[in-house]
C-alpha cells in the first residue's frame, strides 16, 4: 500500500519545544505566567518601607495633619470648580460631582479637626 503522505518527523513526543524559537515563546510564557499569577514572590522580595516622596512626617502632630489635609482638599475643591466652569455641559457636570466628593472629604476632615484636642 502506498502512503499519499510523508511520514512526519521523529520527535520527542513529551517535549513542549519543536523549535529553539518555540522553547523561548514557552520561557516567555511562564515568566509572563509567573509575573500575574504568582504576584506573592514579588510582594516577598520587596521591603514595606513606605516611599519618603510622599511620606507624612510622623513628627507632625494631629492637628496639623487634619489642618493640612482640610487646606490640601479646599484648594482641589477650587480648582474643580474652576476648571468645570470651562467645559461643556456633559463633562462639567460630571467635574463637579468630583468637587461635591472633594468637598464632602474636606468637610470630614474639618469636623474631625474639630474634635481634635488643641495641643500646647
Same mark, same amino acid.
Given at each position: 500500500?502506498?502512503?499519499?503522505?510523508?511520514?512526519?518527523?521523529?520527535?520527542?513526543?513529551a517535549?513542549p519545544?519543536?523549535?529553539?524559537?518555540?522553547? !523561548?515563546?514557552?520561557?516567555a /510564557?511562564?515568566? $509572563?505566567?509567573?509575573?500575574?499569577?504568582?504576584?506573592? +514572590?514579588?510582594? *516577598?522580595?520587596?521591603?514595606?518601607?513606605?516611599?519618603?516622596?510622599?511620606l507624612?512626617?510622623? !513628627?507632625?502632630?494631629?492637628? /496639623?495633619?487634619? $489642618?493640612?489635609?482640610?487646606e490640601?482638599?479646599?484648594s +482641589?475643591?477650587? *480648582?474643580?470648580?474652576?476648571?468645570?466652569?470651562?467645559?461643556?455641559?456633559?463633562?462639567?457636570?460630571?467635574?463637579?460631582?468630583? /468637587?461635591?466628593?472633594?468637598?464632602?472629604?474636606?468637610?470630614?476632615?474639618?469636623?474631625?479637626?474639630?474634635?481634635?484636642?488643641?495641643?500646647?
Amino acid at each position: 500500500m502506498f502512503k499519499v503522505t510523508p511520514n512526519p518527523p521523529v520527535t520527542d513526543p513529551a517535549s513542549p519545544y519543536e523549535s529553539p524559537d518555540s522553547k !523561548k515563546f514557552h520561557e516567555a /510564557a511562564e515568566r $509572563a505566567l509567573d509575573h500575574y499569577l504568582n504576584p506573592a +514572590a514579588k510582594i *516577598m522580595a520587596t521591603t514595606n518601607e513606605p516611599e519618603p516622596m510622599y511620606l507624612a512626617n510622623p !513628627k507632625y502632630n494631629t492637628e /496639623a495633619l487634619l $489642618a493640612n489635609a482640610s487646606e490640601t482638599l479646599g484648594s +482641589a475643591t477650587l *480648582m474643580l470648580n474652576n476648571f468645570a466652569a470651562l467645559l461643556e455641559t456633559s463633562h462639567r457636570k460630571t467635574l463637579l460631582g468630583i /468637587a461635591q466628593v472633594v468637598m464632602l472629604g474636606e468637610l470630614a476632615v474639618n469636623q474631625a479637626l474639630d474634635n481634635v484636642e488643641p495641643s500646647e
